[in-house]
């Protein structure tokens, strides 16, 4: 990320964010949360098909905070992001993420992401995902987590026809190259 990108994209320092396992009784929060941030988002059935899956890791975001705002009240954990992975044969397919608003631009996904790679436990893992081709910040975000773009998938978005670019983060992308990704191709 360059200065200027930088400048325009800051990352604020949020409360820290709790990580644990998606559950389905957090599946409101994440419907309300989905239809605020993306223009085609995914259904009820979608997500409790990945929290179906025994191979997947489905990851939920929470800060906590005061229920009613008065001093001495009871503390509730909002969920504020969130992550689906799907396992496929050797590669991890980053699914969905997603972090509300107003916990954008700080340190939520890379949180998110963090727990993943904790939670597969593998260095030599490989990971992959598509992303609209017009999300920069998302697009930086990937990058700086050691995605690389490898690929592109054609009108793959419903809503507008956009383009998504495959990315993986693989031990040779975490080093700079696309040695170990499979038929890389123009992006």
């Not at 995914?42 to 990945?50: D, G, I, K, R, T």
């Not at 050797?90 to 790679?117: C, F, I, K, P």
């Not at 383009?163 to 993986?168: E, K, N, P, T």
């Amino acid at each position: 990320m360059n200065e200027r990108t930088a400048a325009q994209h800051p990352v604020e320092q949020a409360p820290p964010a709790e990580i644990r396992r998606l559950s389905y009784p957090d599946l409101p929060q994440v419907i309300a949360i989905e239809r605020r941030v993306f223009p085609t988002p995914w259904s009820l059935a979608m997500f409790v098909l990945e929290l179906s899956k025994q191979s997947g890791i489905c990851l939920a975001a929470t800060v906590a905070r005061d229920a009613d705002g008065a001093a001495g009240s009871a503390v509730e954990h909002h969920l504020v992001g969130y992550l689906i992975c799907s396992r496929y044969d050797t590669v991890w397919h980053v699914m969905n993420v997603a972090v509300d608003s107003d916990y954008q631009r700080r340190g939520v996904a890379s949180a998110l992401l963090a727990e993943l790679y904790e939670r597969v436990g593998d260095n030599h893992a490989r990971f992959t995902l598509e992303v609209r081709r017009s999300n920069d910040v998302a697009i930086h975000l990937y990058e700086r987590e050691g995605f690389r773009a490898a690929g592109m998938r054609r009108r793959y978005y419903q809503d507008n026809g956009e383009d998504a670019l495959v990315m993986w983060r693989t031990p040779a992308t975490l080093e700079g190259s696309l040695g170990d990704v499979p038929n890389p191709g123009p992006v």
